[in-house]
């Protein structure tokens, strides 16, 4: 098995979505555009992924999003470097279809209080869910590694949520361990370093808003 040296995840820049939350009355959340800054942010980590990979070649997997296929196209990566497969296990959470903004404050209050990793959005998906997926994403990945020549580098082009629950699958984290995490901002990466003892480690932690709560602890 030939294990990258590095796994990179990245969330998409900032979209259409991220400033206007009643887009999502009007747009389907998977075509959501990146925003001007949006563009300039992606640009700006593709420049800090080219001077990471070299001339190393990148195996890409990458959210069928709009916002997520235009993050990537910002990267500006030497295609004879990558090969790109489109992953919808990578997706964003599903929160339904058209989406009323007063409804969806609503249901992110509730789910601030029930727990983000447990509350199913009505017609959605819970982070549970997500999770599943994620993870059964995780066991094609494994698989690929199996070829003898798999690249030294993994690049994953997804969405906030989905770079937790990644990390969480992969590092074993508890419920309580990822409730008290917040996302990545606007093309943040994380990366997986592979290293001399065969094991990898996160590069810089995800921010914590507070300590991990058992839910057998009570006040």
């Known amino acids: 098995m030939v294990r990258p040296r590095r796994i990179v995840l990245v969330r998409h820049g900032e979209s259409t979505g991220n ?25 700006e980590t593709g420049k800090r992924l080219r001077e990471i990979f070299g001339r190393e070649q990148v195996s890409v997997y990458v959210s069928p999003y709009r916002r997520t296929l235009e993050t990537l196209r910002a990267f500006h990566l030497d295609p004879d470097l990558i090969r790109v497969r489109e992953e919808p296990r990578l997706r964003e959470q599903d929160w339904g279809n058209w989406q009323d903004r007063d409804d969806v404050r609503l249901q ?4 601030d209080a029930y727990g983000h990793f447990f509350f199913r959005f009505p017609q959605g998906e819970s982070g549970a869910d997500v999770y599943d997926r994620v993870g059964g ?29 990644f990390c969480m ?27 001399e003892d065969g094991k990898y480690r996160l590069d810089r932690p995800f921010e ?6 058992p839910y057998w602890v009570t006040g």
């Open 137 to 165: 994403f995780l066991e094609s990945l494994f698989r690929s590694f199996e070829a003898p020549d798999h690249p030294p580098n993994v690049l994953l082009v997804t969405h906030g949520l989905a770079m937790r629950l």
């Open 19 to 43: 400033v206007d939350d009643s887009v999502y009355e009007r747009e389907p959340d998977h075509a959501l555009a990146l925003t001007e800054r949006g563009w300039r942010q992606a640009e």
């Open 108 to 111: 992110k209050t509730y789910r």
């Open 208 to 213: 914590r808003w507070r300590e991990p709560v």
């Open 169 to 195: 699958r992969w590092f074993h984290w508890t419920v309580a361990e990822f409730e008290s995490l917040s996302n990545p901002g606007n093309a943040e990466m994380r990366m997986l370093l592979l290293g």
